[in-house]
Protein backbone atom coordinates (compact mmCIF):
# COMPACT_ATOMS: atom_id res chain seq x y z
CA UNK A 1 0.00 0.00 0.00
CA UNK A 2 1.14 3.01 -1.33
CA UNK A 3 -0.13 6.31 0.79
CA UNK A 4 2.37 9.70 0.74
CA UNK A 5 -0.16 10.62 3.31
CA UNK A 6 0.46 7.83 5.95
CA UNK A 7 4.17 8.50 4.92
CA UNK A 8 3.84 12.04 6.00
CA UNK A 9 1.87 11.06 9.23
CA UNK A 10 4.26 8.14 9.71
CA UNK A 11 7.77 10.90 8.99
CA UNK A 12 5.98 13.19 11.70
CA UNK A 13 5.12 10.57 14.68
CA UNK A 14 9.11 9.68 14.47
CA UNK A 15 9.88 13.59 15.04
CA UNK A 16 7.13 13.67 17.72
CA UNK A 17 8.89 10.34 19.22
CA UNK A 18 11.88 11.74 19.19
CA UNK A 19 11.00 14.90 21.19
CA UNK A 20 8.76 13.28 23.50
CA UNK A 21 12.18 10.97 24.37
CA UNK A 22 13.79 14.26 25.03
CA UNK A 23 10.89 15.88 26.71
CA UNK A 24 11.04 13.06 28.95
CA UNK A 25 14.51 12.80 29.33
CA UNK A 26 14.72 16.35 30.26
CA UNK A 27 11.94 15.73 32.84
CA UNK A 28 13.98 12.66 34.43
CA UNK A 29 17.34 14.89 35.16
CA UNK A 30 15.24 17.63 36.14
CA UNK A 31 14.85 15.12 38.99
CA UNK A 32 18.24 14.75 39.53
CA UNK A 33 20.26 18.26 38.38
CA UNK A 34 19.24 21.78 39.18
CA UNK A 35 20.87 22.73 35.44
CA UNK A 36 18.10 20.42 33.75
CA UNK A 37 15.08 21.38 36.36
CA UNK A 38 15.86 25.10 35.02
CA UNK A 39 15.84 23.82 31.44
CA UNK A 40 12.14 21.59 32.14
CA UNK A 41 10.87 24.75 33.82
CA UNK A 42 11.54 27.03 30.89
CA UNK A 43 9.92 24.59 28.69
CA UNK A 44 7.06 24.16 30.94
CA UNK A 45 6.53 27.61 30.74
CA UNK A 46 7.01 27.80 27.02
CA UNK A 47 4.74 24.95 26.20
CA UNK A 48 1.84 25.67 28.89
CA UNK A 49 0.32 27.96 27.16
CA UNK A 50 -0.05 26.78 24.39
CA UNK A 51 -0.96 22.99 25.15
CA UNK A 52 -4.47 23.80 24.21
CA UNK A 53 -4.02 24.60 20.65
CA UNK A 54 -1.69 21.61 20.06
CA UNK A 55 -3.58 18.80 21.75
CA UNK A 56 -6.67 20.13 19.53
CA UNK A 57 -4.69 20.13 16.36
CA UNK A 58 -3.26 16.53 17.68
CA UNK A 59 -6.27 15.29 17.97
CA UNK A 60 -7.60 16.92 14.77
CA UNK A 61 -4.66 15.21 12.45
CA UNK A 62 -5.39 11.58 14.41
CA UNK A 63 -9.03 11.77 13.68
CA UNK A 64 -8.07 12.76 9.94
CA UNK A 65 -5.41 10.35 10.05
CA UNK A 66 -7.64 7.69 10.90
CA UNK A 67 -10.66 8.21 8.43
CA UNK A 68 -8.13 8.94 5.74
CA UNK A 69 -6.85 5.63 6.71
CA UNK A 70 -10.53 3.57 6.36
CA UNK A 71 -11.98 5.39 4.21
CA UNK A 72 -9.93 6.23 1.86
CA UNK A 73 -7.00 3.90 1.81
CA UNK A 74 -9.86 0.82 2.52
CA UNK A 75 -7.44 -0.39 5.59
CA UNK A 76 -10.31 -1.97 8.00
CA UNK A 77 -10.04 -1.03 11.77
CA UNK A 78 -9.29 -4.10 13.96
CA UNK A 79 -11.29 -4.09 17.53
CA UNK A 80 -8.15 -2.52 19.05
CA UNK A 81 -8.25 0.16 16.27
CA UNK A 82 -11.76 0.71 17.17
CA UNK A 83 -10.98 1.27 21.34
CA UNK A 84 -8.45 3.83 20.16
CA UNK A 85 -11.13 5.31 18.27
CA UNK A 86 -13.07 5.74 21.05
CA UNK A 87 -10.54 6.94 22.99
CA UNK A 88 -9.79 9.65 20.51
CA UNK A 89 -12.64 10.87 18.42
CA UNK A 90 -14.66 12.57 21.18
CA UNK A 91 -11.58 14.21 21.83
CA UNK A 92 -11.82 16.55 18.64
CA UNK A 93 -15.02 17.99 20.37
CA UNK A 94 -14.18 18.16 23.68
CA UNK A 95 -10.77 20.19 22.82
CA UNK A 96 -12.27 22.15 20.20
CA UNK A 97 -14.86 22.92 22.35
CA UNK A 98 -12.65 23.31 25.29
CA UNK A 99 -10.30 25.72 22.68
CA UNK A 100 -13.17 28.01 22.47
CA UNK A 101 -13.53 28.69 25.75
CA UNK A 102 -10.28 29.52 26.45
CA UNK A 103 -10.72 26.31 29.01
CA UNK A 104 -7.84 24.47 30.59
CA UNK A 105 -9.52 22.16 33.06
CA UNK A 106 -10.52 20.02 30.27
CA UNK A 107 -7.33 18.01 30.81
CA UNK A 108 -9.09 16.86 33.89
CA UNK A 109 -11.44 15.14 31.95
CA UNK A 110 -9.40 14.26 28.86
CA UNK A 111 -6.26 12.45 30.72
CA UNK A 112 -8.79 9.46 31.78
CA UNK A 113 -9.24 9.12 27.69
CA UNK A 114 -5.66 9.77 26.63
CA UNK A 115 -4.71 7.12 29.54
CA UNK A 116 -6.96 4.51 27.83
CA UNK A 117 -5.62 5.18 24.74
CA UNK A 118 -2.15 4.82 25.25
CA UNK A 119 -2.77 1.11 26.56
CA UNK A 120 -4.82 0.21 23.78
CA UNK A 121 -2.57 1.42 21.42
CA UNK A 122 0.41 0.04 23.40
CA UNK A 123 -1.02 -3.32 23.26
CA UNK A 124 -1.81 -3.69 20.24
CA UNK A 125 1.98 -2.34 19.24
CA UNK A 126 2.95 -5.19 21.67
CA UNK A 127 0.90 -7.56 19.57
CA UNK A 128 2.52 -6.36 16.52
CA UNK A 129 5.86 -6.74 17.31
CA UNK A 130 5.65 -9.75 19.14
CA UNK A 131 2.49 -11.49 18.16
CA UNK A 132 1.79 -12.76 21.56
CA UNK A 133 -1.30 -12.07 22.42
CA UNK A 134 -2.89 -11.68 26.25
CA UNK A 135 -6.24 -12.32 24.80
CA UNK A 136 -7.25 -13.20 21.13
CA UNK A 137 -7.93 -10.04 19.02
CA UNK A 138 -9.40 -11.97 15.54
CA UNK A 139 -13.71 -11.80 16.37
CA UNK A 140 -16.69 -11.38 13.83
CA UNK A 141 -14.82 -10.81 11.24
CA UNK A 142 -13.17 -8.12 12.22
CA UNK A 143 -9.16 -8.07 10.58
CA UNK A 144 -6.29 -9.31 12.98
CA UNK A 145 -4.93 -6.77 15.47
CA UNK A 146 -1.34 -7.68 14.42
CA UNK A 147 -1.95 -6.70 10.56
CA UNK A 148 0.28 -4.33 9.74
CA UNK A 149 -0.84 -2.42 6.94
CA UNK A 150 1.87 0.21 7.33
CA UNK A 151 5.58 -0.30 8.42
CA UNK A 152 7.60 2.51 7.69
CA UNK A 153 11.09 2.98 9.14
CA UNK A 154 10.89 -0.80 10.44
CA UNK A 155 9.09 0.58 13.76
CA UNK A 156 6.46 2.89 12.94
CA UNK A 157 3.25 1.33 12.05
CA UNK A 158 -0.89 2.76 12.69
CA UNK A 159 -0.99 1.43 16.57
CA UNK A 160 2.76 3.12 16.91
CA UNK A 161 0.91 6.50 15.05
CA UNK A 162 -1.77 6.32 17.54
CA UNK A 163 0.25 5.50 20.85
CA UNK A 164 2.55 8.73 20.37
CA UNK A 165 -0.29 10.86 20.01
CA UNK A 166 -2.25 9.27 23.44
CA UNK A 167 1.45 9.65 24.93
CA UNK A 168 1.70 13.76 24.01
CA UNK A 169 -1.97 13.52 24.78
CA UNK A 170 -1.24 12.40 28.45
CA UNK A 171 2.05 14.62 28.87
CA UNK A 172 0.23 17.57 27.91
CA UNK A 173 -2.46 16.93 30.80
CA UNK A 174 0.11 15.66 33.25
CA UNK A 175 1.96 18.99 32.34
CA UNK A 176 -1.58 21.09 32.61
CA UNK A 177 -2.28 19.79 36.27
CA UNK A 178 1.35 20.73 37.23
CA UNK A 179 0.95 23.63 39.83
CA UNK A 180 3.26 26.44 40.01
CA UNK A 181 6.51 25.83 42.38
CA UNK A 182 5.73 28.33 45.39
CA UNK A 183 9.63 28.25 45.72
CA UNK A 184 10.35 29.34 42.11
Known sequence: MNSDFLYILSILTVLGAVL??????????SLFSKAAKKRYEWFV??????????????????????MY?????????????????MAMFPLVIIFLTALIRRDNKVFRYSL????????FAGYQYYLQLTFNP???CVVGGLVSCTEK????FGFVTIPFM???????????GLISLKRKNKSS
Open 134 to 136: LSP
Open 20 to 29: LIIIGGLYLF
Open 45 to 66: KLIKPRLLLFSFLLVLISFVGS
Open 149 to 152: YIFY
Open 112 to 119: PLSMVGVL
Open 162 to 172: SLIAFLYLTVF
Open 69 to 85: SSEVAGLEPCRLCWYQR
